[in-house]
């Protein structure tokens, strides 16, 4: 079971959706504007055979298939061993969940649904800002917890929602900070002197590298390239030939999944090979990474993580082997570990209060730390968490993490091979 601690007072997606993503349409505004408040009382956990439900809609179909698939994995892994252990609250867990097609309007329609028609008991979030960002409306409105696994632009948080949780370490304009940190720390002659910043239009990706730029040109790091190409780019061949024309020693990528394969792939093409590659979240998607851009071209890539499979926290031996079990072997993919956190949080938070009266679970968040299979989670008086995320690097064909020292899975960075 989860376990939860008080948090200590000094204390930490994705998506793929262009910045516009942040300005909700019409239908969405009204469909958000029309819910009705549901009242905290209603969702206590009272003696009873009736299983307690869980809400979710996730995008099964369209652009953000592939992760909203991984999280539903790891929402159902944990329902599972969670009705293993004896359920929630001595109840079963079922969990409803519903696709909302990638769409934004969709999202509205689907929790709008599940709090007011469906009544379900509790809430688990989307994947992305895209669709995050009118669904945790919805939520808030309602009086509804809402613990979202992936979300973490800055905007999620400057709304004043008191029950909007991101269930990962920090926010997307901190995501850089540890890689910041490692070039800091390296002797000034094996620092990147030239740096180039393409970024997907995108509300999480676009912060990450803003972020990474002003630290680096703070550290000595010259700029010499930046674009922010759209969402439903699939062509980088110019962004790659202006990138291999200023021959930067670091080339920092706000990339999802395809767009960093994409960009790779150009890159091979023109065999430019940058010193040191850095890429969001492209790189987290396990062997679907190595495959896209082959096995040999990964080593001494760089990219911010939240999860690691060989970490030592709380029930993640358990996590990874579960999921191996259901799907050929594989090593799950990071938006499956973080449904999974996204699940203990407010499974601890159900339990510390022992109840599901959202006010008190919301409270409760806001004062506490919470172990989950990424380590220990707090967040701040908005939702934001309060921590920091992982460096990690592929090495030898597989994830490792190299900082901080005391979630390591190996010893040093390793340097970038050229293309092969």
Known sequence: ?????????????????????????????????????????????????????????????????????????????????????GGLLGRQVELKITDDASNQDTVVTDYTKLITEDKVDLLLGTFSTLLNFPASSVAEKNGMLYVEPAGGAPKMFDRGYTKLFFAQQATASHQPDTFVKYIEGLPENERPKTAAYPTQDDPFTTPVIESMQKQLEALGVETVYTTTYPADATNFQTIASAIADKKPDLIAQGAVFEDGVGLVRSLQQLNYSPKMLFQTSAPSNASQYSEGIGEANTEGVFYTVSWNEKATTPNNEEFVAEYAKRFDGGIPAEDAADAYAAAQVVQAAAEAVGSLDQDKMADWLHSNEVETILGPLAWDETGAPTSEFLLAQWQNGAPEIVAPEAAATVDTAVAKTPWQ
Not at 33 to 50: H, N, W
């Open 1 to 85: 079971m989860v376990k939860h601690h008080n948090r200590r007072m000094a204390r930490r997606g994705w998506s793929a959706s262009p910045i516009r993503a942040l300005g909700i349409s019409a239908t969405v505004l009204l469909a958000v504007a029309a819910c009705g408040t549901a009242p905290s009382e209603q969702k206590s956990s009272a003696s009873s055979d009736e299983p307690i439900v869980v809400g979710i809609s996730l995008p099964l179909t369209g652009d953000f298939s592939q992760p909203g698939g991984e999280a539903r994995k790891g929402y159902e892994i944990w329902r599972d061993q969670v009705n293993k252990d």
